[in-house]
């Protein structure tokens, strides 16, 4: 299997947020290339929750785009997440953003994930450690970040992942 290079996005807003961002972090520990500052984002979509913290990952292995998909699920099942509303509070979200040379229809496996290029919560740390980052069909991330609004974004730097 060819090596793929993909950027992950995680997000907790119940429970033990940090707590569940490590676990991510430690399960994606072998294939580890960079790990984003911690940021604290107003909920968008359904905003009567508690604020996320979110982070972005980028990982490098021997693991196709559907790979990296079930070692996200993976996770989030060990944090005990509970599927239930559309957008809602969960322990832990792993989302696959991109996966380099990757797009994909398939709505079990959206490539790029379809909302990347409009969330501040996955833009602003992947610009962290990719500044040149770019969303396939959308463009730079830094021009997209532009354009948003990036007042319920804070980065708490009193939180590390690494
Ligand atoms: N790029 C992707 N990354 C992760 N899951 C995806 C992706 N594209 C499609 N999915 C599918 O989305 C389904 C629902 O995922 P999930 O419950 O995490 O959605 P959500 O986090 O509420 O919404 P969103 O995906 O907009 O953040 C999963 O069953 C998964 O197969
Ligand atoms: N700020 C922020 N808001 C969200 C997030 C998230 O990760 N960050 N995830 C959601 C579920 O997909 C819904 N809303």
Redesign the pocket.
Known sequence: MPVTRAVLSL?SNLGDRLGYLRMAVDGFADVLVAVSPVYETAPW?VTDQDDFLNAVLIVSGDVDEWGW?RR??AL?QAAGRV?DR???P?TL?????TVDGVR?T??????????AHERASVLVPWLDVEPDAAVPGHGLARDLVAGLDLAGVTRRVDLSLV
Not at 106 to 115: C, I, M, R, T
């Open positions: 997000g979509g998909l996200g699920q989030e599927r559309r957008w809602g969960r979200d792993v989302d696959v953003v994909s398939d709505p079990e496996l959206l490539l790029p994930h379809p909302g």
